[in-house]
């Protein structure tokens, strides 16, 4: 009988860098003049992609610049970045769990940026779990499913039986 393949989310199950983006989200979006606090992202916008978030302040506050905006976010994203590989902390027990289910084939797989998952894996050195193995998807623009998790769902409908793991 063939191994399972394990497929596991970054963000939220493997790591967490949610309090990281929402700290340097509110200090970005906060410096052109559209108010956003940490709690604004963990509740109202969570799991949000960055432009839809700013489309919902502008239309609330009004509008930003877009070379105002352009500059803000790349800053944004570089210090988050810096932040990530500093400071960014695996989910508690995430590192026992993938010891224990070492033996089975598994990947990440993440509708996040492919930048942001490889500096995940690597500043928390899970990337000695999954190397290369990882897959990011651009969410779909007519709704939020990433086409790597509609084909996950439609493997899965089609299965005819589930495999339990020891």
């Not at 839809?52 to 976010?73: F, H, K, T, W």
Request: charged share 20%.
């Amino acid at each position: 009988m063939p191994l399972p393949l394990l497929l596991f989310d970054c963000d939220g199950t493997l790591v967490d860098s949610e309090p990281l983006l929402a700290e340097e989200m509110a200090i970005g979006l906060n410096s052109v003049g559209l108010p956003f606090a940490t709690t604004d992202y963990l509740g109202e916008f969570r799991g949000a992609r960055f432009r839809r978030i700013v489309a919902e302040l502008q239309q609330r506050y009004g509008d930003v610049d877009p070379d105002q905006l352009d500059r803000m976010e790349t800053s944004m994203r570089a210090k988050l970045a810096t932040r990530l590989a500093q400071e960014l902390t695996t989910i508690p027990g995430a590192r026992e769990t993938l010891d224990i289910l070492v033996s089975y084939p598994s990947a990440v797989v993440s509708n996040g940026p492919e930048s942001k998952i490889h500096t995940a894996l690597e500043a928390t050195g899970l990337s000695q779990y999954f190397g290369k193995r990882f897959s990011v998807a651009i969410p779909l623009i007519a709704g939020n499913q990433s086409p790597v998790y509609i084909s996950m769902q439609r493997v899965l409908w089609a299965m005819q039986r589930v495999t339990v793991l020891p």
